[in-house]
């Protein structure tokens, strides 16, 4: 058994949902991300 539940464990039909990520990414002075997201080099995402 997992300890953690995913999206798909929950009943979202007409809910909203807010997602907070975290990808401590480098920024220019812009704003811009410097680097990929860690999300884009997963497999599976």
Do not use: H, Q
């Not at 909203?16 to 002075?29: E, G, K, T």
């Not at 991300?33 to 997963?42: G, N, V």
Request: net charge negative; aromatic share 4%; glycine share 4%.
């Amino acid at each position: 058994m997992k300890d953690y539940l995913t999206l798909d464990d929950v009943a979202l039909d007409n809910k909203r949902v807010l997602l907070r990520v975290d990808f401590n990414s480098p920024m220019d002075p812009n704003g811009n991300i410097l680097d990929e997201p860690p999300s884009r080099l997963m497999p599976g995402s």
